[in-house]
């Protein structure tokens, strides 16, 4: 018996010390961690549904207010605020496109309560060995769009989304280095204002 427990006690240590596989995210631990965000802050790179690319930094402030700064020579900019989107094209000079953030998938995850349990709200989850992906519309408006979220983790975090709107017209963004309790300014978010001052 002296002798069993001897051989077995190798399987016993490299058993102990094997790491953790990762497991899919739940759909109540990314509820948990989209609520939690008020703040943040970090790069992102952009893919167009034509191909292009752009890069910049995200500025997001929840409930309802997020920032897209594109690096130069882009100076075009996207924020949401006071529940309208405002898309700033210098190359147009005309006034902003704006329309209402409720219209936008990307009003999902800037709710003040998130709740992905919402019945007809969540219409895919794929795990693919490391990252966790769902796929969210608004069930009351499906023809607005969905959004495609990937998230790591534990602990979690966004990564990506993609949103398809009612047109089909698809926008990758993923994100990079994204801290969240930053430090942000409400400015950052006023549309009026900064129509005032790129209208100087």
Do not use: C, H
């Not at 309208?84 to 190359?91: E, G, L, R, T, Y």
């Not at 709107?165 to 963004?173: A, E, I, P, Q």
């Amino acid at each position: 018996m002296k002798l069993v427990r001897l051989l077995l006690l190798p399987l016993m240590l490299a058993a102990m010390v094997q790491p953790a596989f990762p497991e899919a995210l739940n759909l109540n631990q990314i509820t948990r961690y989209l609520n939690s965000i008020d703040t943040a802050q970090g790069r992102f790179t952009q893919i167009n549904n034509d191909g292009s690319i752009s890069t910049g930094t995200i500025y997001i402030r929840r409930p309802g207010r997020i920032r897209f700064e594109y690096d130069p020579p882009n100076d075009a900019l996207v924020m949401a605020g006071g529940g309208q989107v405002a898309i700033f094209d210098p190359k147009s000079n005309q006034p902003p496109e704006q329309y209402p953030l409720s219209r936008t998938p990307l009003n999902l995850i800037l709710k003040r309560d998130v709740n992905l349990q919402r019945e007809n709200m969540v219409t895919a989850f794929e795990y693919d060995g490391t990252a966790t992906m769902i796929v969210a519309q608004d069930p009351e408006n499906p023809e607005y769009g969905n959004i495609r979220l990937k998230f790591t983790g534990p602990p979690v975090e966004l990564r990506q989304w993609i949103i398809t709107s009612g047109d089909g017209t698809r926008t990758t963004v993923t994100l990079n280095d994204l801290q969240t309790d930053a430090s942000l300014r409400a400015g950052l978010f006023n549309i009026p204002q900064e129509i005032r001052r790129r209208g100087r």
